[in-house]
């Protein structure tokens, strides 16, 4: 079973940039498929970002596509967030998940982290 840790949130001011981590131990990170959740006040939870857990396959929302960008480091267990042109819109908890399987698509996560705060000020 895989623990997940997010870290890297903050304040930043609208069309700033933002980059968040998810530091992973226990279970086989190199396997896993790794994606982003975020979840605003009021809000329900929406998908961000999926990555494959080999070649690098990834998968965006069509509202992030473009501004953001998700990575993995398989040798540091770590999966990232980088977050570009902020708007205040963004503002959520920021959330990694980790499941096992090849599909990147899908939106069923087993583990997830406890979340991270992003702030975008106007």
């Known amino acids: 079973q895989v623990q997940l840790v997010e870290s890297g949130g903050g304040l930043v001011q609208a069309g700033g940039s933002l980059s968040v981590s998810c530091a992973a131990s226990g279970g086989t990170f190199s396997t896993y498929v790794m994606g982003w959740f975020r979840q605003a006040p009021g809000k329900e939870r929406e998908f961000v970002a999926a990555i494959s857990w080999i070649g690098g396959r990834t998968y965006y929302a069509d509202s992030m596509k473009g501004r953001f960008t998700i990575s993995r480091d398989n040798a540091k267990k770590t999966v990232y967030l980088q977050m570009s042109s902020l708007k205040p819109e963004d503002t959520a908890v920021y959330y990694c998940?980790?499941?096992?399987?090849?599909?990147?698509?899908?939106?069923?996560?087993?583990?997830w982290g406890q979340g991270t705060q992003v702030t975008v000020s106007s």
């Open positions: 998940a980790a499941r096992t399987g090849a599909d990147i698509t899908t939106m069923t996560y087993p583990f």
